[in-house]
């Protein structure tokens, strides 16, 4: 079992930068799967981004190709997500998930294990 607590949202004018930092309880984080998922007000949850155990493979959603990279420390039970060029429609409640069972599909299904989300605002 995993725990998780994502850091690092905040108020971010268009076109800047931010962070986000997904950080793992449990000494088995190497063995997961691990990904982004994000909620606006009102919308569906969607997957953002993906990365599977090793780090050597990675998936990103369409609207987010060439902004955000997603990384991870296995050593610091870290998972990364730096996001540049940052529109107001990537607003949203964003949530970092783990997975046994994916191997980075954007399935939210396949996601067992959840945080609480961190809120990112972008202002126009």
């Known amino acids: 079992q995993v725990q998780l607590a994502e850091s690092g949202g905040g108020l971010v004018q268009a076109g800047g930068s931010l962070r986000l930092s997904c950080g793992a309880s449990?000494?088995?984080?190497?063995?997961?799967?691990m990904a982004w998922f994000r909620q606006a007000p009102g919308k569906e949850r969607e997957f953002v981004a993906a990365?599977?155990?090793?780090?050597?493979?990675?998936n990103y959603a369409d609207s987010v190709k060439g902004r955000i990279t997603i990384s991870r420390d296995n050593a610091k039970n870290t998972v990364y997500m730096q996001m540049n060029s940052l529109k107001p429609e990537d607003a949203a409640v964003y949530y970092c998930a783990a997975s046994l069972t994916s191997w980075g599909t954007p399935s939210g299904a396949l996601y067992g294990y959840w945080g609480q989300g961190t809120q990112v605002t972008v202002s126009s």
């Open positions: 990365i599977r155990r090793s780090g050597g493979s990675t």
């Open positions: 449990g000494r088995t984080f190497s063995s997961y799967t």
